[in-house]
T-cell receptor, first 110, second 114 residues
Framework: EDQVTQSPEALRLQEGESSSLNCSYTVSGLRGLFWYRQDPGKGPEFLFTLYSAGEEKEKERLKATLTKKESFLHITAPKPEDSATYLCAVSENRDDKIIFGKGTRLHILP | KAGVTQTPRYLIKTRGQQVTLSCSPISGHRSVSWYQQTPGQGLQFLFEYFSETQRNKGNFPGRFSGRQFSNSRSEMNVSTLELGDSALYLC?????????????FGNGTRLTVT
């Protein structure tokens, strides 16, 4: 069965301590991989779309990369306001369902 | 530009009752998807509507249903509520998910079943 797995489930970092979040996926044909950020009490907010292996996208302190079987969300010198749950999602060629992973809860300590 | 609006924000229902949730998408968006979010299972896809037609459906029982109106507004209905239906229900709209256009989410309806 198609699956999106995110790791770690939770991550606590000191302010300025860089790290990476992982999203591994198993789909028959990837149409797109998405990263979202979700703050408590709110709906997810779109960050990036990646389409093919080798692609990279950046926004402020975040950089998303994609390989054939996984994606990484790199967070450089994070600040407390980067604390949130980060969700990875994929869509595949056979239909337009977008399937989400369970997310990584990121907490940045000041 | 107004975002996705979901009403009501909170609901408390009793087992066996039914509930209807509403979603108003971003103007111009024709695709509306519904997700159930729980701490244990994360975001699970319920169904997607495009131009008033259900285009895709997740693995939920028939108690969960939805519809979309000609103005793209959507409703989802859950009948014979069970305790396990307690969750955050999120609606998302996009111009057309086939084109990988990103989903824009509302802030959800928090349903509690007692």
């Amino acid at each position: 069965e198609d699956q999106v797995t995110q790791s770690p489930e939770a991550l606590r970092l000191q302010e300025g301590e860089s790290s990476s979040l992982n999203c591994s996926y198993t789909v028959s044909g990837l149409r797109g991989l998405f990263w979202y950020r979700q703050d408590p009490g709110k709906g997810p907010e779109f960050l990036f779309t990646l389409y093919s292996a080798g692609e990279e996208k950046e926004k402020e302190r975040l950089k998303a990369t994609l390989t054939k079987k996984e994606s990484f969300l790199h967070i450089t010198a994070p600040k407390p306001e980067d604390s949130a749950t980060y969700l990875c999602a994929v869509s595949e060629n056979r239909d337009d369902k977008i399937i989400f992973g369970k997310g990584t809860r990121l907490h940045i300590l000041p | 530009k107004a975002g996705v609006t979901q009403t009501p924000r909170y609901l408390i229902k009793t087992r066996g009752q039914q509930v209807t949730l509403s979603c108003s998408p971003i103007s111009g968006h024709r695709s509306v998807s519904w997700y159930q979010q729980t701490p244990g299972q994360g975001l699970q896809f319920l169904f997607e509507y495009f131009s008033e037609t259900q285009r895709n459906k997740g693995n939920f029982p028939g108690r969960f249903s939805g519809r979309q109106f000609s103005n793209s507004r959507s409703e989802m209905n859950v009948s014979t509520l069970e305790l396990g239906d307690s969750a955050l229900y999120l609606c998302a709209s996009t111009w057309d998910s086939w084109n990988n256009s990103p989903l824009h989410f509302g802030n959800g309806t928090r349903l509690t079943v007692t």
